[in-house]
């Protein structure tokens, strides 16, 4: 709950950015000289790649969640059997053995979006977030039912 509360509270600052940022886009467009104009366009692309990146990332979030919904409602979620330091990080080679299990169970069934959801988690744990959302992107086409690129 405190991550969903963290990204909300991110992305509504972000959009105030935006829209400031946007604001100043258009007062420059308006002042009507050439140099300004430019640099108002400028301006205003930045909003929207950030608004495209955001709504990107949402929608993201929205169907990883899904999936965790889905998965946890068939009992299928990985048990958090990781061992922990005493300041409650993760323990790496606790979380190394954990990815060979499940990069294995994937292996195994290389077309099924649960055990891809389960390697995204154990590369997030063992705390390789661009593999982790690599994973989790392939588990999403693979319950959705797209096509998707071999490994």
């Given amino acids: 709950m405190r991550a ?12 105030v950015y ?6 100043r886009g258009v007062l420059l ?12 366009v400028a301006v205003l692309v930045l909003p929207v790649i950030g608004l495209w990146f955001l709504w990107k990332n949402t929608q993201f979030v929205r169907r ?14 990985p048990v958090d059997e990781l061992k922990r330091t005493p300041g409650g990080r ?3 080679d606790s979380a190394d053995e954990v990815f060979a299990r499940r990069k294995a169970e994937t292996e195994d069934a290389p077309d099924d979006w649960r055990s891809w959801f389960r390697l995204a988690v154990a590369y997030h744990d063992a705390r390789d977030t661009p593999r982790a ?6 588990a999403i086409a693979l319950h959705d039912g797209k096509p998707v690129q071999p490994v």
């Fill in 4 to 15: 969903k509360i963290t990204y909300a509270v991110t992305a509504a600052v972000l959009v």
């Fill in 29 to 40: 467009i308006e002042t009507g000289t050439p140099v300004t104009i430019a640099f108002g």
């Fill in 18 to 23: 935006f829209v400031l940022v946007g604001s």
């Fill in 64 to 77: 990883a969640n899904a999936l965790a919904a889905e998965l946890d409602a068939e009992g299928g979620l």
């Fill in 133 to 138: 959302r690599k994973a989790m992107q392939r």
């Fill in 90 to 92: 993760i323990d790496r």
